[in-house]
């Protein structure tokens, strides 16, 4: 099968989840011919009427929400991942997410209620930390990745650290960020979310050459007329933006970006005009799954989805190293 | 005169504090072969890292077919000049003439699919390496010959007056040693481009090329023909080793160094 065929399959199995999504849940929308019955049966029962609340107000802002999401995370992984040219790269570990944590906390510490803005504005402070340093380092990839790490476990321990602060009742609220959760946020996150995703997406194909280039190693890359330097920032900030609005709407979500487009190197196996729409469809089935799991796994309580997908994450790679042995 | 396709002028580079290359004057004119040899550590890679832009100059000056490298854009640069690289581990599974089409990057539109241009430089470079019947063979599966042609193949795509190579026999067996530089002084020889080659095989550089540089920590110990170059008293000084002598190739009336006992 050519990556065509494969990419139309991931497509049709994305969206296939998409709707079973939107439809499994507390109230079911299962049962299509009932709903077409209180359709057609005069005016709106009350039945159809808590299903259209359902289904517009609560199953389909939430599903394209963590479609949005999985799709950025997933983007900014490959990202990072083909400018490091190290498959551990991912704005997760980058402490991009954790920056975002930080900031969210500190803005509840403060006693503000919705803190979408410091968590953006804590993403993007790490992202441009980490910027900076790529203008002094740049040639040293490598060192660049470790001082995102080094960000993202100062920036978690300052976490922390507040968090000790705080009254038990107000735990639960942080744990969203930490945890990172699609629930209850109506159309106003998707609306953020939706659009960057979009953005990401055909910014990424523009790129995709370039990046197939820089998969080739540095040097090969600029031999070949890329402009390495300014491809590696560029990237860079994209992911970061990317992570850092994801990171705002919905928390910290672990493991994606890191799973996404190791799965779609695997099932795709081709250049990056190919391998950018698959890890992109990959991402959304993770999220979307990994969500619809949250919130059907147990009865009556909702999982944050960062427990979700980071225990996909684990058997994952413990997937992975069963096949290298 | 003709502009040169390569003018070096007194150019000094290196790393950190230290500099590698100690002030380098040279030329190099179209449809000429000019080989870069010299021992372990006497910059051979830190001259082609500065002339092809990877590492900056400290000083001096290089200009490719009349135009500064400083001032030129990444992808003119790449339109004047190739490299053949010495290693490299291709990220994809490629078809052989899908890589070597990676070549064609600084011909073409940011977007869209290559054009009937872009696909007869692809295969006419294919031809010339003797790999056009490899095209669509993953390049995974090519043997390291193969390989090692259609990295060659990918820096001929890219249609540049100037191109740099970077131990191109490194790993070969003699009959492919043989055959790669045979190609090269074709290229120079009847297409006219201007090749620079650097290489630790002394004897293979002195066959085929058709002016010599012996480096020297840094500085130009010896430049000129073959014949002029290598000379016992220059050789075994430049690899402290006093058993080098010269030999004449019957066939080719080339020298060639060999041990005494």
Request: proline residues 5%.
């Amino acid at each position: 099968m050519n990556s065509a065929a494969r990419l139309i399959l991931l497509g049709l199995s994305a969206v296939a989840l998409m709707i079973a999504a939107v439809c499994i849940g507390p109230t079911s929308l299962l049962d299509f011919s009932r709903l077409v019955e209180l359709m057609r049966s005069g005016p709106p029962s009350p039945e159809l009427q808590r299903a259209s609340i359902v289904l517009w107000e609560l199953r389909a802002p939430r599903v394209l929400l963590a479609a949005a999401a999985g799709a950025n995370l997933a983007l900014g992984g490959l990202l990072l991942q083909a400018i490091f040219r190290n498959p551990l790269a991912e704005p997760y570990l980058l402490g991009l997410s954790s920056g975002g944590a930080l900031g969210a906390v500190l803005a509840l510490a403060a006693g503000i209620t919705s803190p979408t803005g410091p968590a953006l504005a804590g993403s993007l402070a790490m992202a441009g930390i980490i910027l900076l340093l790529c203008r002094r380092v740049a040639s040293d990839l490598p060192s660049l990745l470790l001082a995102g790490v080094a960000l993202g476990a100062l920036a978690q321990a300052f976490v922390t650290a507040i968090i000790l602060r705080f009254d038990p009742s107000a735990l639960r609220g942080i744990l969203f960020w930490l945890m990172g959760s699609f629930a209850g946020q109506g159309w106003s996150a998707t609306a953020l979310v939706f659009p960057v995703a979009l953005v990401g997406l055909i910014l990424s194909l523009l790129l995709h050459r370039p990046l197939d280039l820089l998969a080739l190693g540095g040097e090969a890359a600029h031999h070949l007329g890329v402009r390495v330097r300014a491809m590696q920032i560029a990237g860079i900030a994209l992911a970061s933006a990317l992570a850092a609005v994801t990171v705002a709407a919905c928390g910290a979500i672990g493991f994606v970006g890191l799973m996404a487009p190791h799965l779609a190197r695997r099932i795709i196996a081709a250049p990056h005009a190919a391998s950018i729409p698959g890890s992109v469809l990959i991402g959304i089935m993770l999220t979307v799954g990994s969500d619809l799991i949250a919130r059907t796994l147990l009865v009556g309580v909702e999982l944050p989805v960062g427990i979700v997908t980071s225990a996909l994450g684990c058997i994952f790679f413990l997937a992975l190293l069963r096949q290298k042995r | 005169m003709k502009t040169p396709a390569l003018q070096v002028d007194d150019i000094r580079s290196g790393y950190g504090h230290k500099d590698v290359l100690h002030g380098i004057s040279f030329e190099l004119s179209a449809g000429e072969v000019l080989g870069v040899a010299g021992p372990n550590g006497s910059g051979k890679s830190t001259l082609l890292r500065a002339l092809t832009g990877l590492i900056p100059l400290r000083a001096g000056c290089v200009q490719i077919e009349g135009r500064n490298l400083d001032s030129l854009g990444a992808r003119e640069r790449a339109r004047l000049c190739a490299v053949q690289p010495q290693i490299e581990i291709p990220p994809f599974d490629y078809s052989a003439r899908d890589f070597v089409l990676l070549g064609r990057h600084p011909h073409r539109a940011l977007l869209g699919a290559a054009d009937a241009n872009d696909w007869r430089a692809t295969d006419r470079a294919m031809e010339l390496v003797g790999i056009g019947g490899l095209a669509g063979r993953g390049i995974r599966s090519l043997s390291t010959g193969e390989w090692q042609r259609a990295l060659l193949a990918r820096a001929l795509a890219q249609e540049t007056p100037l191109i740099f190579l970077d131990e191109p026999a490194a790993h070969l067996d003699p009959g492919h040693r043989h055959a790669i530089h045979t190609l090269l002084r074709r290229l120079a020889h009847e297409d006219g481009r201007a090749i620079l080659c650097v290489s630790h095989d002394l004897d293979l550089a002195a066959e085929f090329c058709d002016r010599l540089m012996l480096l020297q920590t840094g500085s130009i110990l010896a430049l000129g023909t073959p014949g002029d170059v290598m000379r016992e008293e220059i050789l075994q000084n430049l690899f402290h080793c006093a058993a080098l002598r010269v030999v004449t190739n019957p066939y080719t009336g080339r020298p060639g160094a060999v041990f005494a006992p």
